[in-house]
Structures are given as C-alpha cells and as structure tokens.
Nanobody, 122 residues
Framework: QVELVESGGESVQSGGSLRLSCASSLAGSDTNCMAWFRQAPSKEREWVASISGGGRRQHYADSVKGRFIISRRNSLNTVYLEMNALSPDDSGMYYC???????????????WGQGTQVTVST
C-alpha cells in the first residue's frame, strides 16, 4: 500500500520552474505535518519545506526561501511544491513526507513517498 505518491519531477534548465505534487491516501493526524525533502547523489537527505495541517504555517530551508512555495489542498489530499528560479544545486530526488508532527526532522517522518527526480541543467 502506497500512502504518498509524488509526481511532477523532470529535467529543466537553470532559471526554470516546476511544480511537484504529492497525492496522499493518509488521513487524520498522520497528515498534520507534510513536508518535502530532497536528496542529491552522495549527499544526505535534506528538508526543503513543510506545511501544517490547515496550511496556515509554512517553513522553508534557507536555501529555497523566496523561491519555493509549499501548499496543500486538503479536499484533494494533495501537497504541492512550486519551485522557481531553479539552479543545478536544486537537482535531486524529491520526497514527500508526512507525520503527526515535526515532519521537518528526518527521524520523525512516519511516511515517505517513492520520490520524483528533478534535474536542473545549466
């Protein structure tokens, strides 16, 4: 059973934009905190952005602040990550994550998606 399914990753040129989607089959408190992480080859998985259950609170890593926007549409059980002004440093596998709380902390994430690949070329 797959609880989180990401989509939207593709290859783009530097300066471009992408929107990732994460469709969730989870319910209740398991989706109180939703987040996006990314992992580049040979690097550790890093938190990118997270959003509260009602969508009112968003938090971002410094590296993406001002460029990425996380949002959610609970009626569709979907979380989005809009990414703008992309650079090669943004390349990697992007993972959707869910947890009752503190989903910005890798060890506290309860559910992970399979990931969607983003490649930014110069």
């Amino acid at each position: 059973q797959v609880e989180l399914v990401e989509s939207g990753g593709e290859s783009v040129q530097s300066g471009g934009s992408l929107r990732l989607s994460c469709a969730s089959s989870l319910a209740g408190s398991d989706t109180n905190c939703m987040a996006w992480f990314r992992q580049a080859p040979s690097k550790e998985r890093e938190w990118v952005a997270s959003i509260s259950g009602g969508g009112r609170r968003q938090h971002y890593a410094d590296s993406v602040k001002g460029r990425f926007i996380i949002s959610r549409r609970n009626s569709l059980n979907t979380v989005y990550l809009e990414m703008n002004a992309l650079s090669p440093d943004d390349s990697g596998m992007y993972y959707c994550a869910a947890s009752p709380s503190k989903c910005n902390i890798t060890d506290r994430v309860r559910y992970w998606g399979q990931g969607t690949q983003v490649t930014v070329s110069t």
